[in-house]
C-alpha cells in the first residue's frame, strides 16, 4: 500500500509561482511512475505531467515551457515547479503514482491563481 501526501498548493497572483510537492511512502517509489493530473469543477480530470523510473518526462501542451516535473527518490518524492501561472491553471492538483500494476491518488492540493 503506498500513500501519497501532497503539500505546496495556495492562491498567488497571476505571473507568480509555486512547487508542489507529493511525498510517497512505502519502498516501490524509485520504480514507480509518477504524474500530476488537475481538476476543476464540472470538468474531467486532466494530466499535466508525467515523470517514469527512468527520470523520462511528459507534459500537457498546456503547461510546457512552465511547468517542469522532476524526483527525488532519496526522498520519496515527486515536485511540480509551475512559474507564469495564469488564472487557467487554477485547479485542485493530485498526485498519481503506479507501481507493480496498482495505482495510488493523493488527497489533492488546491492551486488559485488570481488574475
Known amino acids: 500500500q503506498v500513500q501519497l501526501v501532497e503539500s505546496g498548493g495556495g492562491l498567488v497572483q497571476a505571473g507568480g509561482s509555486l512547487r508542489l510537492s507529493c511525498a510517497a511512502s512505502?519502498?516501490?517509489?524509485?520504480?514507480?511512475?509518477v504524474a500530476w493530473y488537475r481538476q476543476t469543477p464540472g470538468k474531467e480530470r486532466e494530466s499535466v505531467a508525467t515523470?517514469?523510473?527512468?527520470?523520462?518526462?511528459n507534459y500537457a501542451d498546456s503547461v510546457k515551457g512552465r511547468f517542469t516535473i522532476s524526483r527525488d527518490n532519496a526522498k520519496n518524492t515527486v515536485y511540480l515547479q509551475m512559474i507564469s501561472l495564469k488564472p487557467e491553471d487554477t485547479a485542485v492538483y493530485y498526485c498519481n503514482l503506479i507501481v507493480n500494476r496498482y495505482e495510488y491518488w493523493g488527497q489533492g492540493t488546491q492551486v488559485t491563481v488570481s488574475s
Open positions: 515523470i517514469t523510473s527512468g527520470g523520462r518526462t
Open positions: 512505502g519502498n516501490s517509489f524509485s520504480i514507480s511512475t
